[in-house]
């Protein structure tokens, strides 16, 4: 959708504030309600909670598709993250409880390698319908993908039992708020400022909203999310190691596509098409993260990938104003590599969940994705923004202050998943399992 915002701004003569928000509307949505969407997924069903969330996605797109406003645009996005924050969790609760401990590595290494590919070849394909056709069409293309994969998933998710313990209206308030005021507050305060009013506003009510829910879920008959999951190392672990592996590199992410477009002056399609190297390294590489996860430990092999990903980072830093676009694709091939590796992380966290909270877990899961995204683009842009302005003081052109920035941001990103390699190296060693109080033990 990115690529066709300019598009869209010439249809609906929309400010730059306008293309934010279309954009931004669904990441509030789909964030703020994710663990909602777990606990709904426990309570009503993987199945039925899966299917729900992607007709009203899918019907989401249909109203973005024939928007005759940007109001009208901004709503269908709202509408578009609330049925993705029902998609996902359930999903992941697929993984958690319908398939094999023995393919559990390979099937989360097929759910991360399927986003992975997904977003290298979204600008390209956005591209080229904003560009040949219109942009309505990046929307109504959800449309017959949508409803093959509902078929799919009816025909081969299994029913799952309810739970029984009901709603926590409280934990769904409280957690709602504090999502969404945080993730407002990160993606807005590069753009007004951390000290401006209505960022501190949403930050004091992501704090009170968070201190809230921890209240409300320790006293709770039915908490949306069972608090004695973090006391199993396995599971506080993984998901450190997974906040920190998106802290980095979602924020290169996002700072590489303008690194490419500004300093190396590529065009917006070949800019994409520099992230499908990345793509298929990862692609290539998922089933041998699940050979090596069952061979050496899920520990060196997630630790392994993230020491490759910081090598990748460090690559590219070295990469500037002048040179070759090639030079980058070694870096991009070990961060796509060391992103493959990385995968099982996914499963190992997830495995120690009983199948009855399977849906909340995945939601903290990805929660702590999406959240660490936000955040790092927050915090690499802070770190490129600060050296920026430095490099500008000192007499740099734009554009060399940009580079500079950009590369101290890389390094900065580099330790970040440094740092979650060794935390996955300590906490995701095997551990002897109950039978009767895991779906699943760690060693099949």
Do not use: C
């Amino acid at each position: 959708m990115n690529v066709a915002l300019p598009s869209m701004q010439r249809d609906f003569a929309l400010p730059v504030s306008g293309l934010q928000w279309i954009a931004t509307s669904y990441i509030l949505a789909f964030s703020g309600l994710l663990l909602a969407g777990g606990r709904l997924t426990d309570l009503y069903g993987r199945r039925r909670v899966f299917l729900a969330g992607l007709a009203l996605f899918v019907g989401a797109s249909v109203l973005a598709g024939f928007a005759t406003s940007g109001d009208f645009l901004i709503g269908a996005r709202v509408l578009q993250g609330v049925g993705a924050a029902l998609v996902l969790p359930s999903t992941l609760a697929v993984l958690a409880a319908d398939v094999p401990p023995a393919s559990r590595h390979l099937g989360a290494g097929i759910f991360t390698a399927s986003i992975a590919l997904s977003l290298a070849l979204g600008p390209v394909v956005g591209g080229a319908l904003a560009e040949h056709w219109h942009w309505s069409w990046i929307f109504f293309l959800n449309v017959p993908v949508g409803i093959l994969t509902m078929v799919l998933g009816a025909r081969t998710i299994g029913r799952s039992r309810a739970d029984g313990q009901g709603i926590d209206v409280a934990g769904l308030v409280t957690s709602t708020v504090a999502m969404t005021a945080l993730t407002y507050a990160l993606i807005e305060g590069n753009a007004k400022g951390f000290g401006s009013p209505d960022i501190l506003v949403a930050a004091v009510l992501a704090v009170v909203g968070g201190a809230a829910f921890v209240v409300v879920e320790r006293v709770a008959q039915a908490p949306m999310i069972d608090v004695t999951l973090f006391a199993n190392r396995v599971f506080s672990g993984g998901t450190a190691a997974q906040v920190l592996w998106g802290l980095g590199i979602n924020g290169v992410f996002f700072f590489t596509s303008l690194f490419l477009q500004d300093v190396l002056e590529l065009s917006p399609t070949v800019a994409g098409a520099m992230f499908v190297p990345l793509a298929i390294g990862l692609v290539v590489f998922v089933p041998v993260s699940a050979l090596l996860a069952n061979r050496v430990g899920v520990h060196w092999t997630v630790a392994s990938g993230m020491g490759l990903i910081a090598v990748g980072l460090v690559w590219v830093s070295f990469v500037g104003r002048g040179d070759a676009a090639s030079m980058l694709l070694p870096g991009l091939v070990l961060i796509g590599v060391g992103s493959a590796l990385t995968t099982p992380l996914t499963s190992a966290v997830l495995e120690v969940v009983p199948e009855a909270k399977a849906g909340v877990a995945a939601a903290v899961v990805s929660v702590s994705r999406e959240v660490s995204g936000v955040l790092g683009i927050a915090l690499v842009g802070a770190v490129v923004a600060t050296r920026e302005a430095a490099a500008a003081d000192e007499g740099a052109a734009p554009v060399d202050a940009f580079a500079s920035g950009y590369a101290l941001g890389l390094w900065g990103a580099a330790a970040l998943t440094v740092l979650g390699g060794a935390i996955a190296l300590a906490t995701l060693r095997p551990v002897p399992v109950a039978p009767e109080a895991r779906v699943h033990s760690l060693q099949p």
